[in-house]
Every structure is written in C-alpha cells, then in structure tokens.
C-alpha cells in the first residue's frame, strides 16, 4: 500500500525557509488519481492545510500561507517538497505529508515530521 | 472560510458505551465531510468520508451521519484504542481545506 515519509530539518532559524520532502512509495506520484498535500499541526492544537500538488503541477494553496507557500515535485524520485519562506515561530509545528483524493480527503497520510523555528 | 466548530471539546466515556461527537459547519457543505482520529504521537487516520462512508478497514462500530451544517460521528461501543482525538475536515471549499479542533475522547 502507499506510504509517506516526510523529511527535512528540524531547526530553522527566523526569517529563513523551511523546507521538507516528501517520499511516496508503493505508488505514483504521477497518478491522475490523486493529489498530494502538505498539512501541519503546531503542538497541542489542530490541523491547517498548506497546499497541494497534481502531477501536472498545478498547486492550490492556503490563502493564508499562500504569500510564502511554494509545493513542488520531482516524479523521476517520487517526491513532492515543501517551501515555506520567512518563517517565524508561529510556523514551529508539525508537519505532514499526506495523498489528497480529488474530492478532497486526506489518506494516508506520512508519520510528521516536527519543524521547530529557533534561533 | 468555512469554519468548522467540533463539540464538546473533551468527552469522558467509560470502555464499552456508546460516544457521540457533534461538527458543525458555519455554512453547507453538503455531503463533504471527513473525519479523522488522532492517536498520541501519530498521524491522523482516516475513518469517515461523504460524511458516512466508512474508510477501508475501519470497524463497523464508528458510524457517520449529517448533512448540511450539522454532522455526528458515533463510536458504538468503545475499545480502548479508540480513545484519541477526532477530527472534522470540510471539503466543500476545495481550494480552503478546514478543520475542526478536534474533540478529545478520554477514559
């Protein structure tokens, strides 16, 4: 079955970008079946929706993160990435990566990966 | 955006009995409804989706129901595992993805 394995630092530093990867196995990111999403959940709190990405590259974002939100993917590894600018603490969280069926629920999702912004 | 509000916020059940959890949309969302259930330290699984079609491999004791605004997720007789925290996420609004805050079950 498909799995999803984030990665990426888990320090960054105030005003600089966080960035994370995403590894899909046991199926296709090039799939026009699904779309591919980034979700995060700073501790004790709920969930916010980043964005996501179509194997045609076409991405949909937060209007709230959308400023300095970037999702790209690279089907020759079959991972999609993660790019949020200028970060500050307010963007410590967890971080999920998760296959976005075209109606628009979430499953399955990666086990997160904690990004913490600190200098 | 559509806001979704989830009640209560900590629901205290004994193993065995049956749990209610309340979601509400601050406009419809027809159908477009998922929930989700959080174990410490793990990613959101899938359980509900169309408001009331159980996810693969999910029990038959956890059962959606709604339409609209309104939306109940009922567990029918709890399991130990089933103490977590439940999520409702709209996808009405496709390009503005929510989700509720989550209602705790707890022992």
């Known amino acids: 079955q498909v799995q999803l394995q984030e990665s990426g630092p888990g320090l960054v530093k105030p005003s600089q970008t966080l960035s994370l990867t995403c590894t899909v196995s046991?199926?296709?990111?090039?799939?026009?079946?699904?779309?591919w999403s980034w979700i995060r959940q700073p501790a004790g709190k709920g969930l916010e929706w980043i964005g996501r990405i179509f194997t045609s590259g076409s991405t949909n974002y937060n209007p709230s993160l959308k400023s300095r939100v970037t999702i790209s993917m690279d089907t020759s590894k079959n991972q999609f990435s993660l790019k949020l600018n200028s970060v500050t603490a307010a963007d410590t969280a967890m971080y999920f990566c998760a296959r976005d069926t075209v109606t628009g629920w979430f499953d399955p999702w990666g086990q997160g990966t904690l990004v913490t912004v600190s200098s | 955006e559509i806001v979704m509000a989830q009640s209560p916020a900590t629901l205290s059940v004994s193993p065995g009995e049956r749990a209610t959890l309340s979601c509400r949309a601050t406009?419809?969302?027809?159908?477009?409804l998922a929930w989700y259930q959080q174990r410490p330290g793990q990613a959101p699984r899938l359980l509900i989706y169309g408001a009331s079609t159980r996810a693969t491999g999910i029990p038959a004791r956890f059962s959606g129901s709604g339409s609209g605004t309104e939306f109940t997720l009922t567990i029918s007789s709890l399991q130990s595992e089933d103490f977590a925290v439940y999520y409702c996420?709209?996808?009405?609004?496709?390009?503005?993805?929510?989700f509720g805050q989550g209602t705790r079950l707890e022992i």
């Open positions: 996420q709209q996808y009405y609004d496709w390009l503005q993805i929510t």
């Open positions: 046991g199926g296709s990111i090039s799939s026009t079946s699904y779309y």
């Open positions: 406009q419809s969302v027809n159908n477009n």
